[in-house]
């Protein structure tokens, strides 16, 4: 198993980044499955989704999950498949507010059961997932803490999710400004 952690602020260029490592994997005779996470409930996403769609290749084939990465992983997992996940913050976005439920402007959260689940699958899944996985992801805690209970409590997962990715991956990459930054495991050639 391969795992890379791709991550990046909004327009770091993380996903284009990710793009071109699957793209050199699929050259190297696999093929490349994409995940897409994001949903498009308005025009704003329906724009981005439009614009990723535009910016990958075709003929990779797409699937479109918002909640159950775990399962997809298990069900593409194959030694010569490449499979590319954009976004990991856009996935954890859709579970926390997968069961509706209403967040107190302040106080504390309560973790949805979607989001322990999810997260505890997809976490094991790695460890065992044969061939390559690429995630993408945000880095969202670099900013002013948010006012917000359920925010703050976003920028926290999102920081914990990606610890917990990271210590996973063999390869780590913080993307700025279009440029790679390999924070783990060495540049490939």
């Known amino acids: 198993m391969s795992c890379t952690l791709v991550f990046g602020a ?3 260029g993380k996903s284009r980044y990710a793009e071109q490592l699957a793209a050199r994997a699929e050259q190297a005779g696999q093929r490349v499955v994409y995940v897409a996470t994001a949903g498009s409930q308005d025009g704003e996403m329906q724009q981005r989704i439009a614009m990723h769609r535009a910016q ?8 479109e999950q ?3 990465l775990a399962e997809v992983l ?7 498949c490449v499979i590319l996940i954009d976004c990991l913050t856009v996935w954890l976005s859709n579970c926390l507010f997968a069961q509706q439920q209403a967040f107190p402007e302040v106080g504390q959260i309560t973790l949805p059961a979607t989001w ?5 699958a ?3 899944q790695l460890e065992r997932q044969p061939g390559q996985v690429i995630l993408v992801s945000n880095e969202v805690g670099m900013g002013i803490v948010p006012m917000g209970a359920i925010s703050r ?10 610890q917990a990715v990271a210590a996973i991956a063999e390869q780590v990459v913080w993307v700025a400004a279009g440029l790679p930054l390999y924070l783990k495991g060495s540049r490939p050639c």
């Open 74 to 80: 298990a069900h593409y997992a194959a030694p010569d």
């Open 122 to 124: 997809l976490l094991a």
């Open 66 to 68: 918002p909640i159950a």
């Open 116 to 120: 322990l689940t999810e997260r505890a």
């Open 153 to 162: 409590c976003f920028v926290d997962e999102s920081g914990r999710l990606n």
């Open 10 to 12: 909004a327009r770091s």
């Open 56 to 63: 990958r290749p075709a003929h990779w084939l797409t699937v």
